[in-house]
């Protein structure tokens, strides 16, 4: 019994304490944010990249408004405690960097703060890395391992970042990120190089590295198992998740622009997915919105193919007709692509529809044909048959039954009839 009440206690002092992180997150994340900003434009620092600045800040703000809202909503599951931690390492400890070079730049020793600042630079980015990419898709969407055995993808990460963190906090000298100041740890020790000159970071990176392949693993394991709401959640955090894979191609984009458009959208996608399939909220619409993708995706892929092809072909005719090039090939693209756009994603929505969602495109094909014969048929048991037949191949239901309400205008009519031949 005591055991029991003090469960409930905890769990109580949880949701209490989760609401109050819940309001602090946003305003603490954004001060960091601020703070950031502030410090670096008085230090006379220029931003050489502010659009990929500006991308990074908005996706860890998603972070830290989704992960407010788990905690607050959901403090039991660790999900939300997770996204909240993100957000906070990201938006407050590179405010420690800057006031750590500029507590320097402006009185020529650090005070305590700015040893706060700096030594926090010196090892949380690899936590951040830990959690983003081995703990969270690891532990989605409850907050628990698969099973024990899962331990053993989630130890050795563990371990490489535990060691690490240890070894940048004890790092003899510490530096900058994005400022080059150098003040001596307090608690460092002696000869003890920045961790990412060690030969062990190269052991610590291997084990971070085992563990975003076993969380990848986790991933598609339940998703295979899930059955249900858990398929339905699964299926947003994969969703998100495969912006993931674009990021190594960015750099090779044609805009920059773009590539942070991209870097943006992953960003903003996952936490967004993440809070929507933890609360539950219109999870069954990720269906809708994985078809659409593949439609319109692929659509857009196509289009653009026949338009750019379009284009060279049609400049190439008119250099070997005239001799010169002409705005002509530009324009009878644009009218092909614009005669094309609707026959072809009707056809696009067909394979599609056929290859991924075969049940949905079979029932489809089934409703119109039952369409087509309630038109037609006049006996109501025919009719019966038919509508048992119906909701039996689209629904698949346990037990289909049919009841027919009696028409008493009819009845009166089969009545009055009965009677006239009983009198004849």
């Known amino acids: 019994m005591s055991t029991r009440l003090t469960s409930q206690e905890g769990a109580r002092f949880l949701l209490h304490f989760g609401r109050v992180m819940g309001w602090l997150v946003v305003p603490l994340y954004a001060i960091g944010i601020f703070a950031s900003y502030w410090l670096a434009n008085r230090l006379g620092v220029r931003d050489e990249h502010p659009l990929e600045r500006v991308v990074l800040a908005v996706g860890f703000g998603a972070f830290a408004v989704v992960g407010a809202l788990l905690v607050a909503k959901r403090p039991l599951n660790p999900i939300g405690w997770i996204l909240a931690a993100i957000a906070l390492m990201a938006g407050l400890f590179?405010?420690?960097?800057?006031?750590?070079?500029?507590?320097?730049?402006?009185?020529?020793?650090?005070?305590?703060?700015?040893?706060?600042?700096?030594?926090v630079q010196s090892w949380y980015w690899l936590l951040l890395i830990s959690l983003t990419f081995v703990y969270l898709p690891l532990l989605f969407p409850d907050g628990r391992l698969l099973s024990r055995r899962w331990l053993l993808v989630a130890?050795?990460?563990?371990?490489?970042?535990?060691?690490?963190?240890?070894?940048?906090?004890?790092?003899?000298?510490?530096?900058?990120?994005?400022?080059?100041y150098r003040i001596d740890n307090p608690i460092g020790m002696e000869g003890l190089a920045p961790?990412?000159?060690?030969?062990?970071?190269?052991?610590?990176?291997?084990?971070?590295?085992?563990?975003?392949?076993?969380?990848?693993?986790?991933v598609v394991v339940r998703f295979r198992r899930s059955r249900g709401i858990e398929r339905q959640q699964m299926k947003w955090f994969v969703y998100a998740g495969?912006?993931?894979?674009?990021?190594?191609?960015?750099?090779?984009?044609?805009?920059?622009?773009?590539?942070?458009?991209?870097?943006?959208l992953t960003f903003i996608a996952l936490p967004t997915a993440i809070g929507?399939?933890?609360?539950?909220?219109?999870?069954?619409?990720i269906d809708i919105i994985i078809n659409r993708t593949l439609v319109y995706g692929s659509l857009t892929a196509m289009l653009v193919a026949v338009y750019f092809g379009g284009i060279v072909a049609l400049q190439r005719l008119f250099v070997a007709l005239t001799?010169?090039?002409?705005?002509?090939?530009?324009?009878?693209?644009?009218?092909?692509?614009a005669a094309l756009f609707n026959p072809l994603r009707r056809r696009v929505q067909g394979v599609v529809d056929r290859r991924f969602y075969r049940r949905k495109y079979d029932a489809a094909k089934t409703l119109a044909a039952f369409g087509t014969r309630l038109r037609e048929e006049t006996n109501l048991d025919a009719l019966r048959d038919e509508v048992v037949r119906v909701v039996s191949t689209t629904m698949h239901p346990a037990h289909v039954s049919l009841w027919l309400l009696p028409d008493p205008e009819l009845e009166a009519r089969s009545a009055a009839f009965r009677q006239f031949g009983h009198d004849e």
């Open 242 to 264: 495969a912006l993931l894979l674009l990021l190594p191609v960015q750099d090779s984009l044609p805009a920059a622009i773009v590539s942070s458009v991209l870097l943006g």
């Open 94 to 119: 590179p405010a420690g960097d800057s006031y750590a070079a500029y507590a320097i730049s402006t009185r020529g020793h650090p005070d305590a703060l700015a040893f706060v600042g700096a030594w």
């Open 276 to 285: 929507i399939a933890v609360l539950r909220y219109r999870l069954y619409e």
């Open 155 to 180: 130890v050795p990460p563990a371990i490489g970042t535990l060691g690490a963190v240890v070894l940048g906090a004890l790092t003899e000298r510490l530096s900058g990120q994005d400022f080059g």
């Open 195 to 218: 961790v990412e000159d060690l030969p062990l970071f190269g052991v610590f990176t291997g084990l971070l590295f085992f563990g975003i392949v076993g969380a990848v693993g986790s």
């Open 323 to 337: 001799g010169e090039k002409s705005t002509l090939a530009v324009v009878a693209s644009t009218l092909v692509i």
